[in-house]
């Protein structure tokens, strides 16, 4: 789908179709980084599994990472990128609210490894073709590059929330809720989003008057 407008990244950054972008970015993938920085420990402490098979569920995940970046920029095409990723994070969400049950067998936590993977992979396949939709292709790499800052701040805060909530309460299910509960939201921006029209063009920064 072509964007109406090819905007400058000085113009998307001051629409607020990109901070929603930007926000369901930092919600999805903090949701994503938050679990599988402690899907390994999840399964050896809670779920009582080696170190060897709470690896190799881990391992692959990394496989469906990287098929479910094809499978969901496949399903963009038929679906529009914004279609596609309220799908995906409503389905990345109902896998962290059952996720805490997954845990004790290393078949269940393989089939969530790969579940969130799959899902996971899917954020690098739709939030730049998402970007191209809303704010045009001549500026994409300068518009996205602004996007994916939101990776940087889910990385960082995920992770660390994760290891809070294990040192407060000696579990992981209350991360993986609050994780459940980010991609929720992720999915709840995408519901309202619209691309910017015609009549929303933000101008350039205005010119100095001549003297």
């Known amino acids: 789908k072509k964007a109406v407008q090819d905007l400058t990244q000085g113009q998307t950054v001051r ?7 930007w926000l369901a970015f930092v919600l999805s993938a903090g949701c994503g ?6 899907l390994k420990n999840f399964g050896q402490l ?4 080696s170190a060897a098979a709470a690896g190799s569920a881990l ?24 279609g596609a990723l309220i799908l995906m994070v409503f389905l990345q969400a109902a896998m962290m609210f059952v996720l805490p049950k997954m845990g004790s067998s290393e078949i ?14 899917g954020n690098f396949a739709l939030f730049p073709l998402l970007t ?14 602004a996007v994916f800052t939101s990776y940087g701040v889910g990385g960082i805060v995920g992770p660390i929330l994760a ?3 294990w ?11 609050i994780a459940g509960g980010a991609c929720v939201l992720s999915g709840a921006i995408a519901l309202i989003l619209r691309a910017p029209s015609a009549a929303d063009k933000v101008p350039e920064t205005a010119k100095a008057p001549p003297a």
């Open 132 to 145: 191209a939709e809303f704010f045009g292709t001549k500026n994409l790499g300068a518009n996205y590059g």
């Open 108 to 121: 269940t936590l393989t089939i969530a490894a790969c579940w969130i993977g799959f899902n996971f992979g």
């Open 163 to 165: 290891g809070q909530v």
């Open 167 to 177: 040192d407060m309460m000696k579990t992981y299910q209350w991360a993986f809720f």
């Open 15 to 21: 629409t607020p179709q990109f901070w929603m972008i």
């Open 46 to 49: 809670e779920g009582g599994l």
């Open 59 to 82: 391992g692959l995940l990394a496989l469906f990472n990287g098929l479910g970046r094809v499978v969901w920029g496949t399903l963009s095409q038929k679906m529009t990128a914004r």
């Open 33 to 38: 980084l938050m679990v599988i920085g402690s």
